[in-house]
């Protein structure tokens, strides 16, 4: 069987995969980060998918930026949100130049081959300045899977989560396992982090 580049398909796909995940509730894995978050903060959801954690995260009163590598989910997004959604790869973006005080990977780690995944987030943080928070989840598993779709999936275990956000300077506040909202039996993996690295002491010396 044929296994689907994962670009590919959410670009060929991005109506159908829009309307399955645009109404799913994010309030039982999202509430942990927002309530770190102050009204008015600047969030940026990489990798944004149908835009609905970004519409969820404006209703909060935040201050949301999407960023989507597929052009087709971008515009979705962008207009089932109202927010700004950059069209680009988180991994490669430079994010230098913009300020976050929260990040979210809801989901969106879960094609990046576990070998990418540090120098990944590691990029995304250059967005976030020292106290800022990160919320990340990951499917459980070992090695990797496909779906019904022939996407590839990276499966993490929690102990090897918790090496990798260590080495990045990212302290845990909260950790939940929890079944996929999609009413399958996957098992998810969610963290909700405070960035502990201070940039400007980094770049002073």
């Known amino acids: 069987m044929t296994h689907l580049d994962t670009d590919s398909y959410y ?4 109506q159908s995969y829009f309307s399955k995940t645009k109404s799913l509730d994010s309030s039982g894995f999202l509430l942990p980060f ?3 978050l102050k009204v008015d903060d600047p969030v940026l959801d990489l990798g944004c998918g149908s835009g609905r954690d970004l519409l969820w995260l404006k209703t909060k009163g935040f201050q949301p930026t999407g960023v989507e590598k597929s052009r087709e989910l971008a515009r979705l997004a962008r207009d089932y949100s109202g927010c700004h959604v950059i069209e680009g790869d988180y991994r490669t973006f430079d994010f230098s130049g913009i300020y976050a005080k929260g990040i979210l990977f809801s989901a969106s780690l ?3 081959p576990h070998i990418q995944v540090e ?8 967005a976030l300045k020292n106290g800022g928070f990160v919320y990340i989840s990951l499917k459980k598993g070992q090695g990797i899977k496909y779906d019904l779709d022939q996407r ?4 993490w275990e929690d102990g090897d989560a918790r090496m990798l956000f260590d080495a990045l ?4 506040l909260y950790f939940q396992e929890s079944v996929s909202v999609r ?6 993996l969610s963290y909700s982090m405070s960035y502990e690295i201070n940039h400007d002491a980094e770049t002073e010396e």
Do not use: C, D, M, P
């Open 119 to 126: 120098a990944a987030i590691q990029n995304t943080l250059r």
């Open 34 to 36: 927002a309530g770190k």
């Open 152 to 155: 590839i999936f990276y499966l």
């Open 169 to 172: 300077g990212l302290k845990t």
């Open 110 to 112: 879960v094609h990046v």
């Open 11 to 14: 670009s060929s796909n991005a």
């Open 183 to 188: 009413n399958t039996e996957e098992i998810w």
